[in-house]
């Protein structure tokens, strides 16, 4: 049931490009992306609504696509600081009993960026 | 500053013994959420609130487990008796649903030890 992100890890150079996976078995209302970094909370860093629509946050970009349930979050010229680990938080499935989606958050995926 | 407010930030607690961990988002809102989560996991969901109304907890919420937010605003949890398995970061987070920003908010986190 939750959400499976793919790579579990990645190792950068300072401006690569990475693209981090996000896969459910439900069908998807929304998904957020969100950046921890070791000993931190999790950040927000955007939602994706469904409709497949695509968004921009610097030079982080992620897409939706509500028919195969997946998102995938884009890093580009990544930087030191995009160093943490990624999670994608879905709301989608069945309703829970206050009516909310339930919201479920992914395996997580580990970005380290060397310089 | 997260917005969000929790103390203590870490706590060594004793196997058997009570603990209770306070969570204060800075301003008002109607929806509070508490989340666990253990190393290398994403957050897990404990128990949300709607006001003062605790609307649904999750099954991970043993009978050890008991939340409150009596005047709609802090919260509480406690856990009574605790043992090895509940060492875990503790996340309060507030839901945000503003057309800019659509996400949860997270705390810095209570980082429970215990031995």
């Known amino acids: 049931q939750q959400p499976v992100q793919s790579p579990q890890a990645v190792i950068l150079r300072e401006g690569e490009d990475a693209v981090i996976n996000c896969s459910s078995s439900?069908?998807?209302?929304?998904v957020h992306w969100y950046r921890q970094k070791h000993g931190e909370a999790p950040v927000f860093l955007m939602i994706l609504l469904k409709g497949g629509e695509q968004k921009g946050h610097e030079k982080i970009s992620a897409s939706f696509n509500e028919k195969k349930q997946q998102s995938s979050l884009y890093l580009t010229a990544s930087q030191l600081s995009y160093s943490g680990t990624y999670f994608c938080g879905t709301e989608g499935g069945s309703r829970s009993t206050s009516g909310t989606y339930k919201y479920i958050f992914g395996t997580g995926t580990r970005l380290k960026v060397l310089a | 500053d997260t917005g969000v407010s929790q103390n203590p930030r870490h706590k060594i607690t004793k196997r058997g013994q009570n603990v209770t961990f306070r969570c204060d988002p800075i301003?008002?809102?109607?929806?509070l959420y508490w989340y666990r989560q253990t190393l290398g996991q994403g957050p897990e969901f404990l128990t949300y609130f709607q006001n003062e109304a605790q609307l649904e907890k999750s099954r991970l919420l043993s009978d050890r487990f008991s939340a409150e937010r009596p005047k709609g605003s802090f919260s509480t949890l406690e856990i009574q008796r605790t043992e090895q398995g509940d060492s875990a970061m503790y996340l309060c987070?507030?839901?945000?649903?503003?057309?800019?920003?659509?996400?949860?908010?997270f705390g810095s986190g209570t980082r429970l030890t215990v031995v």
């Open positions: 439900k069908a998807l209302y929304s």
């Open positions: 301003s008002e809102h109607n929806r």
């Open positions: 987070a507030r839901l945000n649903r503003d057309r800019r920003f659509y996400g949860y908010t």
